[in-house]
T-cell receptor, first 108, second 116 residues
Framework: GQNIDQPTEMTATEGAIVQINCTYQ??????LFWYQQHAGEAPTFLSY????GLEEKGRFSSFLSRSKGYSYLLLKELQMKDSASYLC?????????FGKGTRLHILP | ETGVTQTPRHLVMGMTNKKSLKCEQH?????MYWYKQSAKKPLELMFV???????ENNSVPSRFSPECPNSSHLFLHLHTLQPEDSALYLC???????????????FGPGTRLTVT
């Protein structure tokens, strides 16, 4: 996906914390999206980071380091309904480029 | 309710058929997108319409033909498809501000297409 890299799969336990990393090419970079996609459903928007730092939205937080070309999505107090794919997408030269997504499995 | 609807939700067609996918957005956005999602591949951007003008066409084969009659409606016309075109086709819309690029996209539920 034009150098948007994220792990293919991750497994975590209900109630725990998980961090999903994403790296991207920095040329033409404007911002970084995170989307959640449940199996058989459309992606839904989670966050958009433009500036460096951590942004928190309830149980989900997203971090960006523009100089390192690095972002992560942090999910706290995991619930079974968080089992889904998490898509990292970079806004580069005003085009949105998606990674392959990270499939997150939650164990009871 | 995502505000973006797509019909049909499922479509099976032969390689010689002609069909159309429809997308409608009720969010007042000024840009619409077609994506293809195949198994184990990233979302592939196919077409972008901004202010009803096509602004991007990512080397998509001519057997896929988009149409955007107004800012709320988007079509994807299909003809003489190949089995490898079987995939989930997602429509999305967003607001685009001049010089600021696109804001977050809102996706429709997709059309699951099978080409036999």
């Amino acid at each position: 996906g034009q150098n948007i890299d994220q792990p293919t799969e991750m497994t975590a336990t209900e109630g725990a914390i998980v961090q999903i990393n994403c790296t991207y090419q920095t040329s033409g970079f404007n911002g970084l999206f995170w989307y959640q996609q449940h199996a058989g459903e459309a992606p839904t928007f989670l966050s958009y980071n433009v500036l460096d730092g951590l942004e928190e939205k309830g149980r989900f937080s997203s971090f960006l380091s523009r100089s390192k070309g690095y972002s992560y999505l942090l999910l706290k107090e995991l619930q079974m309904k968080d089992s889904a794919s998490y898509l990292c997408a970079a806004n580069r030269d005003d085009k949105i480029i998606f990674g392959k997504g990270t499939r997150l499995h939650i164990l009871p | 309710e995502t505000g973006v609807t797509q019909t049909p939700r499922h479509l099976v067609m032969g390689m010689t058929n002609k069909k159309s996918l429809k997308c409608e957005q009720h969010l007042g956005h000024n840009a619409m997108y077609w994506y293809k999602q195949s198994a184990k591949k990233p979302l592939e951007l196919m077409f972008v319409y901004s202010l009803e003008e096509r602004v991007e066409n990512n080397s998509v084969p001519s057997r896929f033909s988009p149409e955007c009659p107004n800012s709320s409606h988007l079509f994807l016309h299909l003809h003489t498809l190949q089995p490898e075109d079987s995939a989930l086709y997602l429509c999305a819309s967003s607001q685009v501000a001049s010089g600021s690029g696109p804001y977050e996209q809102y996706f429709g539920p997709g059309t699951r297409l099978t080409v036999t």
